[in-house]
Every structure is written in C-alpha cells, then in structure tokens.
Nanobody, 120 residues
Framework: QEQLVESGGGLVQPGGSLRLSCVVSGSIFSIYAMGWYRQALGNERELVATITSGGSKHYADSVKGRFTIPRDNAKNTVYLQMNNVKPEDTGVYYC??????????????WGQGTQVTVSS
C-alpha cells in the first residue's frame, strides 16, 4: 500500500529558504508524476509544483523562479526546495501523484503534510 510521508516544514522568515521532503513507499513513485500541493487556512488545496518520471518540471506561477522540485529515484523521495519564501507561501504542504505536466491527480491517500509558516 502506498504511503506518503512529508517532512521539513517549519517557521521561516520572509526571504528565507526551506527544503521539504516526501518519502514515497509503494509502486506509485515509478509510475506517476509527483507533485507538491499546499493548503492555506480556509483555502482549497492547490498544486504548486510537479515533476514527471522523466524529470520534466512545472510550477504554478506563484512559485515560479523561487521553488524547485528535484526527485531522487534511488530513495523514492521528492523534494520541494523553497527559496525567497513569502508570507503567502504559508500553509500545509502535501505530496501526491499528478498527471501530465500540471494536472491534479492524487492517487494515494494523503499523508499528514508538513506545516510551513512564513513570518517575521
């Protein structure tokens, strides 16, 4: 059974950096594109970054140029490198599968997520 375990969140000042990790167990990592979603308080969950199994990366306009999404296939891990963070990046971050280049397509049960708070 697939399991997603996110970590690396915390409190960071505006302009700072943070790296999130998501360890994926099960077969989905080698089959699907992976992505990072985030949910701010009172908002719907949104997709912010994706990476296909071939390494093609795509980003929401709100994070383009600031976030990157590397993956380590040997470790079944996908990362979200967050640079120059802004208060509007605050939220709970989750990983899950995606489809195509930038399509919401979660196929696994959601993990617990990791909280990111950007505040001075």
């Amino acid at each position: 059974q697939e399991q997603l375990v996110e970590s690396g969140g915390g409190l960071v000042q505006p302009g700072g950096s943070l790296r999130l990790s998501c360890v994926v167990s099960g077969s989905i990592f080698s089959i699907y594109a992976m992505g990072w979603y985030r949910q701010a308080l009172g908002n719907e969950r949104e997709l912010v970054a994706t990476i296909t199994s071939g390494g093609s990366k795509h980003y929401a306009d709100s994070v383009k140029g600031r976030f990157t999404i590397p993956r380590d296939n040997a470790k079944n891990t996908v990362y979200l490198q967050m640079n120059n963070v802004k208060p509007e990046d605050t939220g709970v971050y989750y990983c899950n599968t995606t489809r195509g280049t930038f399509t919401v397509y979660p196929t696994a049960a959601w993990g617990q997520g990791t909280q990111v708070t950007v505040s001075s």
